[in-house]
């Protein structure tokens, strides 16, 4: 393959002590710095685009996906699992099944492979200052400079967990959420972040003790981690720990996005919360069916908060009425795994049986062929 340099580096991790704290005062641990007690491959491959892009019109039709049987068309997938539209204008969809990208010249799929050769999952993927695109996915990351991929990957994938989450910082550091706790990554180094340990969800079909769902930096230079013992939130000294003895209600924690007027919108196996910094307040107390929940929450351009209940509802917020986005008679069944607006500022529901648009009411299905 064209294209191919190898890179070395050595990985090293501060690991913290476990933290002890409440909602307003915290016990701070120790932090100690050891060698990494993973196996790390060393190398970092660099493919160039040409020699593992595919174009959709190349490709056969969906048949079967993870869980749908029937045919299903020409979707961009059968499960998009993130959608992004880069500084350039091109649209970038991660799904079941890789990478792909929508751009002048039409829908390309990437063949990115993990360290056993197989297919990926993409679940996140961001664009950094610089213009590189960096893509999480089950068992890796990878990074697109405009030109190549980069593949960074953790040998021993069972201690460092299979990736969730992911976000870039504004100091330019990825935080990685895993299904084993979290970890930074500088550009050469993994760290790992020690996240106190909750409990299993037997509602989820994925679910660990150390699980974090989701990671968010706020407009304070805060970050906040979504888990199975509550949310935590980390200034840079203290980690401290919000969950169900402060109100929220539930442990489980899906999301937490920080909104327009200074307050979080926290999502958890028991509703959708605003929380102040003081106090909370349940949105959803009689909306849930019983252990469903509420899923991804999104705050559009006009204020408006868009979230997912019970799996498959979708709802919108205006700061006064919550309201179910009716579906008409035979359109799909979503299942959204992200809620997205465009810089057309068009909302996306990707998930389950491909992406849709919400365009006059209707949600419009979005194939390799658009419409765009």
């Known amino acids: 393959m064209k ?220 970050m906040w981690f979504a888990t199975n013992g509550g949310a935590y939130v980390y200034d840079g000294k203290a980690l401290i720990n919000i969950s169900a003895k402060d109100k929220l209600l539930s442990n489980f924690v899906n999301q937490i996005i920080e909104i327009s007027n200074g307050n979080y919108l926290v999502s958890t196996a028991n509703g959708l919360f605003r929380y102040d910094g003081n106090s909370f307040y349940n949105l959803t107390e009689k909306l849930l069916i019983e252990n469903e929940g509420v899923g991804y929450i999104f705050e559009d351009i006009s204020g408006t908060i868009w979230f997912t209940a019970n799996k498959r509802d979708i709802y919108s917020y205006n700061g006064e009425k919550i309201q179910k986005i009716q579906i008409k008679e035979g359109e799909f069944s979503p299942l959204p795994f992200q809620i997205y607006q465009d810089q057309q500022n068009r909302l996306w529901f990707v998930g389950f049986k491909g992406a849709y648009r919400l365009e006059n009411n209707a949600f419009v299905n979005v194939t390799r062929f658009g419409p765009w």
């Open 3 to 222: 294209g191919i340099k190898l890179f070395f580096f050595n990985f090293k991790t501060i690991t913290i002590s476990m933290f002890c704290f409440s909602l307003f005062s915290s016990c701070a641990g120790q932090v100690e710095k050891n060698e990494l007690p993973l196996k790390i491959r060393p190398e970092q491959f660099k493919i160039h685009e040409d020699s593992i892009s595919m174009k959709a019109e190349t490709l056969p039709e969906y048949k079967i996906s993870p869980h749908d049987k029937e045919s299903q068309g020409y979707q961009i997938s059968g499960v998009v699992r993130t959608v992004l539209q880069d500084s350039k204008g091109n649209f970038w969809f991660g799904t079941q099944d890789g990478l792909c990208r929508k751009d002048k010249s039409g829908v390309v799929y990437f063949s990115i492979k993990d360290l056993k050769g197989n297919g990926i999952t993409v679940h996140v993927i961001l664009e950094d200052k610089a213009g590189n695109i960096w893509i999480g996915y089950n068992n890796g990351i990878a990074k697109y400079d405009g030109e190549f991929f980069t593949n960074y990957y953790v040998k021993d994938i069972e201690a460092i967990g299979a990736l969730w989450s992911m976000i870039m910082d504004t100091k330019g550091t990825l935080w990685i959420g895993t299904t084993q706790g979290v970890f930074t990554f500088d550009g050469q180094v993994f760290t790992s972040f020690e996240i106190p340990e909750g409990i299993v969800n037997p509602n989820m079909g994925v679910s660990t003790s150390k699980m974090i769902h989701s990671i968010i930096e706020d407009s304070k230079g805060n």
